[in-house]
């Protein structure tokens, strides 16, 4: 069964750091490019993360010097390490792969920063 699983969201304080993992199964994890999207209430999804197979990442300056992206190809996981994190963090966080056509989603999991 081809899908992707997110976990490690929560409640945190303004500041504090956040690890987000997303596992992947029935795939050839090692070719797809592999993002990070968020979702806040009443704005669209957006990229902020994006790791591709050979490992090259690229971040949305919002988050670019507090967020790292990476994978580990022979567990297919990928990671979203988050630092310094802000209210305006809050969101829903999606983990998504993409090969040539193919695009697939995780269910999301929630992110909420405290001030």
């Known amino acids: 069964q081809v899908q992707l699983v997110e976990s490690g969201g929560g409640l945190v304080q303004s500041g504090e750091p956040l690890r987000l993992s997303c596992a992947a199964s029935g795939i050839i994890f090692s070719v797809y490019t592999m993002g990070w999207y968020r979702q806040a209430p009443g704005r669209q999804r957006e990229l902020f993360a994006q790791?591709?197979?050979?490992?090259?990442?690229n971040y949305a300056d919002s988050v670019k010097g507090r967020f790292t992206i990476s994978r580990d190809n022979a567990l297919e996981m990928v990671y979203l390490q988050m630092n310094s994190l802000k209210p305006e963090d809050t969101a829903v966080y999606y983990c998504n792969g993409q090969y040539y056509s193919t695009d697939i989603w995780g269910q999301g999991t929630q992110v909420t920063v405290s001030s």
């Open positions: 790791i591709g197979s050979g490992g090259s990442t």
